[in-house]
């Protein structure tokens, strides 16, 4: 990147590139193939939904764009390299529950406060104005009661809560989401998705990876419907939701698993759903 | 506290080569404790247990040839790191049996090559550790190796700690996650050289899990898990060299298993999921109840 680029930085005119723009992207383990030739932009400013049955290659999809795996084709964010993307701190993720090892000694605020080790320096320590960033993105998410709380001892919902604050105190101009609704409680639910709006609003991408269709139709703006690693459609949710594409996608199966934004029953973390605000009951250090 | 028992403390170390004792031990098991507490968060442990074996023909080698020890440790180290990753990758065999292949096989050699040089004291100093003995080249070599190793973990502390805890995160922000293991196990094959004097090879493997495994089961977040098992380890460093010194027993077995009783304590009254903890928490419960 030349020094010019590097200047311009976070300030990049990027409407024109689009979010994320794949070209044959494909993604391969060993003789599996995961995802095919797909090509696709993803408009900035949107909310898109990545929906598939487990297997359609929507975590392949996501992995490749962050750059994780390798992969077949081009991806480019924001109109940059994925690696540009990644050091402009440009990207923010937010993990699946089950990638998470919820025992580790960190705290909400601790959590929340590596969003912005992007902008510090070798020895990431906060200036104030990092400090403030932090403390207004656990807010915004409800959860300056719990910031002394290690991770663990939180709810699946405030546990994702945390990390959609994370990636708030980042102020990255794309999210990608990996299930960010499951196992999570109404209130977390309705937080997250406010929050993704507002963000939404001020011109950000959101990406969310959603095995089901509940509740997709009306958070995003448009579909991204896999299928066997292979892009079915994408478009508007009217446009791409069609019985027949939802029965090519989701075969025999129940795509509307559970009521309407409700994540399935058997969820993991689905234990405090329905009980906002309550944690671990045998906890009761940390500042509360 | 009592004159006469201060005394009694620090009488040991007015010997010279109790001082010495007590510097290698002191830097050797302040960079394990550092050390152990990614490796332990991170399930690297046996990651630790394989290193600390794999350089015993690093070690022989270098001694044949005059070389630091430091330097054939540093080599067959890093070379048996990327051996078990070579081995995964070409292979289909389980991550513990890829270490066990090649950390037992680099031992092997590693005996054979002591078992063809003159002079076989030196294994049983290897294998053992030879506090009592140490050389000022060795002081100075363990001093400037853990020296490096602890200000390397201390700099990169809030890096190596975000990648033990969420790689994909710190992927996105643009660290390289790869490029911090490898300095951890960098790390690690120093590491292992500093404490080769201390305790050993053998119990190098405990000086690199114990502390962090105890500080795990005290502290909640990162600074002061770090902090515990420092902490720890300096107390057991002590007791288990005054121990040595008035028992007349292996300075190393002392100080490592005053590390495993210093874990048994946290696994007890740890306030994490200490057994007592949790038995208290029981009661209460049942009383509530009842």
């Known amino acids: 990147m030349s020094a010019a680029a590097k200047d311009e930085g976070r300030m990049c005119d990027t409407a024109d590139h689009g979010a994320v723009l794949t070209q044959g992207l494909g993604v391969h383990y060993g003789e599996v193939r995961a995802l095919t030739d797909v090509t696709v932009r993803i408009g900035s400013g949107e909310i898109t939904g990545l929906v598939g049955v487990n297997g359609s290659g929507k975590s392949s999809m996501l992995a490749a764009v962050l750059g994780r795996v390798p992969h077949e084709g081009s991806v480019r964010i924001l109109g940059r390299s994925p690696k540009e993307a990644r050091r402009a701190g440009l990207v923010a993720s937010v993990p699946q529950a ?102 939404r609003d001020r011109g950000r991408s959101v990406v969310i990876v959603h095995h089901d269709l509940s509740g997709v139709a009306e958070l995003v703006d448009r579909v991204l419907l896999l299928q066997r690693g292979r892009l079915l459609h994408h478009g508007p949710p009217a446009e791409t939701l069609t019985a027949e594409r939802i029965a090519e996608a989701f075969g025999a199966g129940r795509p509307f698993a559970g009521e309407p934004g409700r994540p399935p029953a058997g969820e993991p973390g689905r234990s405090f759903a329905g009980e906002p605000g309550r944690t671990h009951p045998d906890r009761t250090d940390g500042q509360s | 506290m009592d004159a006469s028992v201060l005394d009694a403390i620090l009488a040991p170390f007015s010997y010279g080569f109790m001082q010495r004792a007590l510097i290698v031990t002191l830097m050797a098991a302040i960079a394990c404790a550092l050390l152990s507490t990614w490796l332990v968060q991170m399930g690297w442990s046996l990651m630790g247990d394989a290193v600390s074996h794999a350089v015993l023909p690093g070690v022989a080698l270098a001694y044949i040839l005059g070389l630091p020890f430091a330097i054939g440790a540093a080599v067959f180290g890093i070379g048996a790191v990327a051996l078990i990753g070579g081995v995964r990758a070409a292979t289909r065999i389980k991550a513990d049996a890829a270490i066990g292949v090649v950390f037992t096989t680099l ?58 805890f969420d790689a994909g995160h710190a992927h996105a922000i643009g660290l390289r996650p790869r490029i911090l293991h490898a300095v951890l196990l960098g790390a690690l094959a120093l590491t292992v050289v500093t404490a080769l004097q201390a305790v050993g090879i053998i119990l190098v493997v405990a000086m690199l899990i114990i502390p962090g495994a105890t500080a795990s089961l005290i502290a909640v977040r990162w600074d002061a898990l ?62 509530h109840r009842g």
């Open chain 2, 107 to 164: 031992f092997a050699l590693g005996l054979v090559i002591v078992s063809v040089t003159p002079s076989d004291t030196d294994l049983q100093h290897i294998l053992f550790g030879n506090v009592l003995g140490v050389s000022d080249a060795d002081i100075a070599q363990v001093l400037i190796v853990g020296g490096v190793v602890c200000a390397s973990l201390l700099v990169l502390r809030r890096d190596l700690t975000l990648v033990a």
């Open chain 2, 226 to 287: 770090l902090a515990w098992s420092v902490g720890i380890t300096v107390v057991a460093s002590l007791v288990g060299l005054m121990g040595a010194f008035w028992l007349d027993i292996s300075p190393g077995g002392a100080v490592v298993l005053t590390q495993g009783l210093a874990f048994g304590l946290a696994l007890l009254f740890g306030p994490r999921r200490g057994l007592v903890v949790r038995w208290a928490r029981a009661r209460r419960h049942a009383v």
């Open chain 1, 98 to 199: 089950e990638a998470v090892d919820w025992d580790f000694p960190v705290t909400v605020r601790d959590v929340v406060t590596t969003g912005r080790y992007g902008r510090m320096g070798l020895l990431r320590i906060p200036r104030a104005v990092d400090r403030t960033a932090v403390d207004e993105a656990i807010g915004l998410l409800g959860l300056t009661q719990l910031a002394g709380r290690q991770i663990g001892e939180l709810s699946g919902g405030q546990r994702k809560r945390a990390f959609v604050a994370r990636a708030i105190a980042q102020d990255a101009e794309l999210l990608l989401l990996d299930e960010p609704f499951a196992g999570v409680d109404r209130t977390s639910e309705a937080a997250i998705t406010d929050v993704l709006r507002s963000l």
